[in-house]
């Protein structure tokens, strides 16, 4: 089993993939007024993750959470299934980093 941070990791890289690759319709959320703001958000969690900072840890909970901005863009993008899947494994893996 891979650690939470090397799990939370991997999450923002595929969800990262699928924003890179695919049209993303951000009508219905307010927080990213385009797609690159978007990619460059994911992209510093990322590297703050793989760096071992876990300070925008809270923000990501934030962009993963049920009605969150990437559940927004997800549903109005067609891929809210994958996000459901992912978003599950983001909260197990965030709750498994918090315990002591």
């Known amino acids: 089993m891979q650690s939470a941070a090397a799990e939370i990791l991997d999450i923002v890289d595929q969800v990262l993939a699928i924003v890179q690759h695919l049209p993303q319709d951000l009508t219905w959320q307010s927080r990213y ?15 703050r993750i793989r760096r071992g900072d876990s ?25 809210l299934d994958t996000y459901a899947v992912l978003g599950n494994r983001f909260d197990e893996s965030h709750e498994r980093l918090r315990q002591p």
């Open 33 to 47: 007024s385009n797609g690159r703001e978007l990619v460059d958000d994911l992209t510093d969690h990322a590297g």
């Open 55 to 79: 300070s925008r840890l809270p923000d990501l909970r934030f962009l993963f959470m049920p009605t969150g901005p990437l559940c927004e863009i997800a549903a109005s993008s067609g891929w």
